[in-house]
């Protein structure tokens, strides 16, 4: 099986070298954890280390703001966007799509296509309800836009806001059953912590282990363990 690295230091040796290539990712976790830094670190580190396109489509926050949020880390991310290495989209709640599911699927697989992207991020898919309000619906949209990308062999990163609560995996209750992985983040100040819930054709890691996110990003310690039980 192909792996595709995460470029997250100390992840890879969690998921037995790196993510299934053309996989779907489940980033779940509450507000704070780290999602969108993980996320970007993934494109960027893809763009910058493999030469691998990356597209991060936001539903929620602007370029700008993620372009801003990002300049505290040693990350030189203008070169990468001018060779089309690394773009990110903003998708616009659009109210005259509302439960047009082909055609909310059919704008991030333009973007995919059009850059021919290996990498793809989409944050969040919570925000799919704001399209889409029946949950089984939700379900086919996202299996419909995940069956598609994996056509494409992109390797996809799909992030969903939860409470914070250990045993939550998702917001919908169905995207963990969707999804290839799995891989939660916790945020008990001043505790980070990340647990890889499944990860399909991996004899992934079992314990919940640190990470910390400083100038350099976000980081894995592999090597140190933290109790479930100690989480709240």
Same mark, same amino acid.
């Given at each position: ?11 890879? &040796?969690?998921? #037995? ?23 970007? &670190? ?5 763009? $910058?280390? %493999?030469?691998?396109?990356?597209? %991060?489509?936001?539903?929620? #926050? ?24 690394? $773009?990110?989209? $903003? ?6 799509? @509302? ?6 699927? $059919? ?5 995919? @296509?059009?850059?021919?992207? @290996? ?20 379900? %086919? ?5 995940? #069956? ?6 992109? +390797? +996809? ?5 939860? +409470? ?11 995207? #963990? ?6 891989? &939660? ?48």
């Amino acid at each position: 099986m192909n792996r595709v690295k995460s470029g997250i230091p100390g992840l890879d &040796q969690l998921v #037995e070298g790196g993510f299934p290539e053309s996989s779907s990712i489940l980033l779940s976790g509450g507000p704070g954890t780290g999602k969108s830094i993980f996320c970007l &670190q993934y494109l960027y580190n893809g763009a $910058k280390d %493999y030469g691998e396109r990356g597209i %991060y489509v936001t539903l929620e #926050e602007g370029p700008h703001n993620l372009w801003w949020n990002m300049q505290r880390f040693k990350w030189d991310l203008l070169p990468l966007e001018k060779d089309n290495l690394l $773009k990110i989209f $903003k998708f616009e709640p659009n109210l005259d799509m @509302k439960d047009d599911i082909e055609g909310q699927t $059919k704008r991030i697989l333009d973007k995919a @296509k059009e850059l021919d992207a @290996k990498r793809l991020v989409i944050d969040s898919i919570t925000a799919f309800s704001f399209w889409i309000e029946e949950v089984p619906k939700i379900r %086919y949209a996202l299996y419909v836009l995940m #069956e598609e990308l994996r056509k494409m062999n992109v +390797t +996809t990163i799909l992030t969903t806001e939860t +409470t914070g609560r250990k045993d939550e995996m998702s917001r919908f209750g169905v995207e #963990e059953f969707l999804t290839d992985g799995v891989i &939660q983040l916790y945020f008990f100040p001043p505790h980070r912590s990340l647990f890889v819930r499944k990860m399909r054709g991996t004899a992934n890691d079992k314990s919940v282990r640190p990470f910390k996110i400083d100038n350099n990003g976000f980081t894995v310690d592999s090597r140190s363990e933290i109790m479930w039980e100690s989480l709240r």
